[in-house]
């Protein structure tokens, strides 16, 4: 079975980073727009293969990894382990070069009803949306000075 690492990139205003998958001879799910990433090498971690895959991609590591969020199993002609981990964007929109895919841009969950999804996000949307509200929750919840 194949397993493949997906990056969840999100910025403080709770936009999400897609790429939108191209029109390669034998690709799954043309045109679509899904989560960075890609499959695991042999004797490759999970980290490292998703380190592997942004900087491939994206031309760098876009932020630090956090640890794995949720797993999510693809059980059609080609079956995958997908392992997704959240990436908080720390660089500027200028330092993403995007190096696979037709494109790449930042979405608010409300726009993603316009444009059509992966099996992968659509399958995981809430989980994403959840996820990325409670941290970036958490974030401004850290930065409050404590009153008493």
């Known amino acids: ?9 999100y910025r403080s205003d709770g936009r999400i980073l897609l790429q939108q998958r191209d029109y390669t001879f034998g690709i799954l799910f043309p045109g679509t727009w899904t989560c960075f ?3 695991v090498e042999t004797g490759e971690d999970l980290k490292n293969a998703l380190l592997r895959e942004l900087d491939e991609e994206l031309g760098c590591v876009p932020g630090q990894l956090g640890d794995e969020l949720f797993q999510w199993m ?3 002609k080609n079956p995958a382990q997908h ?14 070069v995007l190096n ?3 494109a790449m841009s930042w979405f608010s969950f409300d726009k993603l009803q316009d444009i059509i999804l992966g ?7 809430q989980k ?3 996820f990325v509200e409670r941290s970036l929750k958490d974030r401004i919840d850290l930065r409050q000075p404590e009153c008493g």
Do not use: R, T
Not at 85 to 90: D, H, I, M, Q, T
Not at 119 to 125: E, H, K, Q, R, T
């Open 100 to 102: 696979e895919g037709l």
């Open 119 to 125: 099996p992968d996000v659509s399958a995981n949307l």
């Open 83 to 96: 392992y997704y981990f959240p990436v908080f964007c720390e660089v500027d929109d200028d330092a993403l």
């Open 128 to 130: 994403i949306a959840h």
């Open 1 to 9: 079975m194949i397993e493949a690492v997906k990056a969840i990139i």
């Open 74 to 76: 693809w059980h059609g």
């Open 37 to 39: 990433g890609g499959q």
